[in-house]
């Protein structure tokens, strides 16, 4: 058993590593960028501390930035995402709290519960990404439009990963 | 006051998110709108050493296109030197020429990071202040126009790409010389924007944009692209045109960079333009 802190780090890494390596290259239909990076974000087990998250989240968007020049947008709409976890947690859970030792992944809360989770949250990232990225409203349906296809890709990267990480257990 | 900092402990977790909100403000803002060189971007030698090494794996994928642009340029070069071309007068004999003055260089430099997706776009390339490239200078690949620099470092360079919010470049149609901008409204890479035509004047599709040589980054005639439509909004007394860039910017791997060297010269004089 690796010890999560070791194992949130080795996924932090490699989802960057991923990010900056592969994905930035990939543009579908010229402008469609997958950011699946914020997956470690969510992937955060449930009993991480609060400011743990927020910190996490900061030093996982600023390295992002570092490597696309982007200064400090990706770290802000990351921080605004872990903003948002919590109270996006507490909205979709139906039972009171969750059990010591589940993560938030499809094998433990099911994929109904996880698709929900994420989509609040990558919608949340990358509204926050592109707007910050036009820095005005001059093109708002055009930027959304951005937003909602972005999206779409990053979610199902994001469930494709979890159903090739994650077997199910027998 | 004590109430204050229970206060403050209590709702942490709302401060520290307005704290990092801040600071990432700070670097947004600062990185868009002074030409400070901030530390987290590509030009830093961590992230450039990194991209430079992604960069020589992932070059390895275009070789061949690489190797055909260079051919071609090689090509199009041979058939414009001197030595190639017929002597039709034997009367003339050459001298000396003190009648021309060189007014750019160019230096080559690769690209180490690229991107067309977004709304405003960035190229990194390998060569820096060390290798003589300065703020403002102009960056041309073979098939044309391709940015401007924006930072530079000792050993890497970042160019804002023609793809961006910020960049207008001067530029002009080649057969009638009326002069115009070329902007970039995001969408589609391969398309720009050409304004500032007047309506007394009749573009045709297909005809030539070129830059105007007024900016002191770029000389005359470089090529930027080709009008492929062309519309008059209504009460409006200019052209919105729309031309195709014949630079595939998704593509570029070698780019020239163009320093003038009158640039001195010119700046003093216009100087004084600026303060009026």
Known sequence: ?170 | MRNFFNFLIRQYFFFLFLILEIISFVLIVQYNYYQKSSFINTTNNISGGILSSFHSISEYFSLRETNQKLAEENARLLSEAAKFYLKTDTLTHFQKDTIYNRQFVFTTAKVLSNSTNRRNNYLTLNKGSKHGISIDMGVISSNGIVGIVKEVSSHFSSVISVLNKETKISAKIRKNGQIGTVIWEGGNYRYGHLIDIPTHIKPLIGDTIITSGFSNSFPEGILIGTISDFKIEKGDNFYTITIKFLNDFNSISYVNVIKNLMKPELDELTKNNKND
């Open chain 1, 1 to 170: 058993m690796i010890n999560p802190f070791l194992r949130n780090i080795v996924r932090f890494l490699l989802l960057l590593f991923f990010q900056i390596a592969i994905l930035n290259n990939i543009h579908l239909g010229g402008f469609i960028n997958p950011y699946l990076y914020i997956l470690f974000i969510l992937l955060l087990p449930f009993e991480t501390p609060k400011w743990l998250l927020l910190i996490a989240s900061f030093a996982i968007g600023i390295s992002v930035d570092m490597f696309s020049d982007t200064t400090g947008i990706h770290a802000a709409a990351c921080v605004f995402m872990a903003f948002c976890r919590p109270a996006v947690i507490n909205l979709i859970s139906s039972n009171q709290g969750y059990e010591p030792g589940i993560k938030p992944i499809i094998r433990d809360l099911g994929f109904n519960w996880f698709f929900s989770y994420s989509l609040i949250l990558v919608f949340v990232h990358h509204l926050v990404l592109f707007f910050l990225e036009v820095f005005s409203f001059s093109e708002f349906f055009y930027t959304i439009y951005r937003v909602l296809l972005s999206t779409i890709f990053t979610l199902i990267l994001i469930i494709l990963s979890q159903y090739i990480i994650y077997r199910k257990k027998k």
